[in-house]
Each structure stands twice: as structure tokens, then as C-alpha cells.
């Protein structure tokens, strides 16, 4: 299993600034997501970080708007870039751990509660 | 197009009564099928994984069952408990590209 603790739980900010969200695992892992989770809609993938490389993003999300860090196997930052209301949401980190019957689970991190107004 | 559908959107039950919520998906090709239980402000957290040739799985008063024919699966959840209330995310694994379809999910909410 793999143990997920966010910085910060939650924060309130003003439009135009950015926040730096911070991700820390207890082990060791080879990509860690970052999703996002909108007021009542489930969870959409904004990028997968691999540790040494540059993060992948998916359709809708830019680097200059999402940009993260991957220092290393256990750490990772997302910043929310020149913030807009519309950017108000939670904020999830995850990895992939493999378990004992060799397969694969995904585990989130409790979340970052961003609201900008 | 790779879809996930929860119901209901929803759902209010008494403490201790049983409840079943569905899932629907048309995510193509699949390899797992995945129930996670989300808190309010909390991320969500496995409850279940089943693969394409497990029927039923169950997780303490949790049982899921998977039928990849209709491409259909429910959660059953017996005998409620206040702290079941929660939101519940039906997940589908894509086998290519290993991407994860999330559900709109089925807010539950146990009253005493």
C-alpha cells in the first residue's frame, strides 16, 4: 500500500495568483497523478509526472497553466498558474502500488481544497 | 467513446437497510473494474478490484459483482451504517494506454 499526504488541506487565494500544492509519498514510486475534481463531478487526469522526465498532460491541460515538479521517487508539486474562480477545486495526488496478489492499486491523496475568488 | 455511468445519482437509506448501486460502461478494451469510496473531504479509497473473469467480490458488508457480458457491475452494500455515507465511484481500467474512466459517482447518505 502507499500512504499519500497533500500540502495544503485547503486554501482559499485570489484570482491572478498561483499555488503550489505539495505531494508526499511513503514509498518509493515510479508515476504519480494528479487529478482534479471539480463542485459534484468525479475526477479528471490532469498529468502523469515520471520521476526525471517532463510530466504528461492531458487534452485540456497546458504546462504553463499546470506546471509540475518530480524531484524525486516520493515528492511531487502541482502549481495552479494565474488563478480564475473557475479553477476552484479539489485537488487530488496518487500513485500506483503494487499489491500482494501482484497487481496493481491506485491510492489518492486526501486532496487540496482550492477555492479562489 | 469510453464511458462510465453511475445510478443512482443519489440514493437516501435508513440505518440498517441494504442498498445496490449500479454501474454501466462502455470503456473498450477493458482490464478491471474498480469501486472506491470517497468521504467528504477525503480522496477515495479501493473498496474493490475485479478483473474481467471475477463475477463477485466481496469487501466486509461490500460485494460487488461484475457481469463483463452486459458490461454492467453494482456494489451492494448490507446492513448501513452512518459511516457508509459517502460517495461512491465506479472505475473502469482501460487496457490500452492504462488509463482510469472515473463515474460521476452515487452520493449515499445513511440516515439514523
Known amino acids: 500500500s502507499a500512504v499519500i499526504s497533500q500540502k495544503p488541506s485547503r486554501d482559499i487565494c485570489q484570482r491572478g495568483t498561483s499555488l503550489t500544492i505539495q505531494c508526499q509519498v511513503d514509498s518509493q514510486v515510479t508515476m504519480m497523478f494528479w487529478y482534479r475534481q471539480q463542485p459534484g463531478q468525479s475526477l479528471t487526469l490532469i498529468a502523469t509526472?515520471?520521476?526525471?522526465?517532463?510530466?504528461?498532460?492531458e487534452s485540456g491541460f497546458v504546462i504553463d497553466k499546470f506546471p509540475i515538479s518530480r524531484p524525486n521517487l516520493t515528492f511531487s508539486t502541482l502549481t495552479v498558474s494565474n488563478m480564475s474562480p473557475e479553477d476552484s477545486s479539489i485537488y487530488l495526488c496518487?500513485?500506483?502500488?503494487?499489491?500482494?496478489?501482484?497487481?496493481?492499486?491506485?491510492?489518492f491523496g486526501p486532496g487540496t481544497r482550492l477555492t479562489v475568488t | 467513446k469510453n464511458q462510465v455511468e453511475q445510478s443512482p445519482q443519489s440514493l437516501i437509506i435508513l440505518e440498517g437497510k441494504n442498498c445496490t448501486l449500479q454501474c454501466n460502461y462502455t470503456v473498450s478494451p477493458f482490464s478491471n473494474l474498480r469501486w472506491y469510496k470517497q468521504d467528504t473531504g477525503r480522496g477515495p479509497v479501493s473498496l474493490t478490484i475485479m478483473t474481467f473473469s471475477e463475477n463477485t467480490k466481496s469487501n466486509g458488508r461490500y460485494t460487488a459483482t461484475l457481469d463483463a457480458d452486459t458490461k454492467q457491475s453494482s456494489l451492494h452494500i448490507t446492513a448501513s451504517q452512518l459511516s457508509d455515507s459517502a460517495s461512491y465511484i465506479c472505475v473502469v481500467l482501460k487496457n490500452q494506454g492504462g488509463k482510469l474512466i472515473f463515474g460521476q459517482g452515487t452520493e449515499l447518505s445513511v440516515k439514523p
Open positions: 496518487s500513485v500506483d502500488s503494487q499489491t500482494t496478489n501482484a497487481g496493481y492499486e491506485q491510492y
Open positions: 509526472a515520471n520521476q526525471g522526465s517532463e510530466a504528461t498532460y
